[in-house]
């Protein structure tokens, strides 16, 4: 069982920045893959970015390519999503995932049935 808690979003201007964190709970982080997604008003939920239980590859969504960072902290059992460059359209609530798959492809992992655990999300705001 692992347990996921998101921090860091709030209202941010467009250009700005914010990281947001996933605290995972358990000792086992290190064998678990992260994602993040999010889902604005009225829309479904998207895939925004994903990283390997060993940190060396990383997949994103074709709209935060460039603007957004995932990475994670195993010793910390923390995953970040560093984000840059905000746009108003990134507003959305932000969720953290964890997958126990070793699923190849970005295809994969950009969808939320690969992932079995999820955070109850944080809100991110972007003005114009």
């Not at 808690?5 to 893959?33: D, K, N, P």
């Amino acid at each position: 069982q692992v347990q996921l808690v998101e921090s860091g979003g709030g209202l941010v201007q467009a250009g700005g920045s914010l990281r947001l964190s996933c605290a995972a709970s358990g000792r086992t982080f290190s064998s678990y893959g992260m994602g993040w997604f999010r889902q604005a008003p009225g829309k479904g939920r998207e895939f925004v970015a994903a990283i390997r239980s060993s940190g060396e590859t990383s997949y994103y969504a074709d709209s935060v390519k460039g603007r957004f960072t995932i990475s994670r902290d195993n010793a910390e059992n923390t995953v970040y999503l560093h984000m840059n460059s905000l746009k108003p359209e990134d507003t959305a609530i932000y969720y953290c995932a964890a997958t126990s798959s070793r699923a190849l492809g970005a295809s994969a992992w950009s969808s939320g049935g690969l992932y079995n655990y999820w955070g109850q999300g944080t809100q991110v705001t972007v003005s114009s």
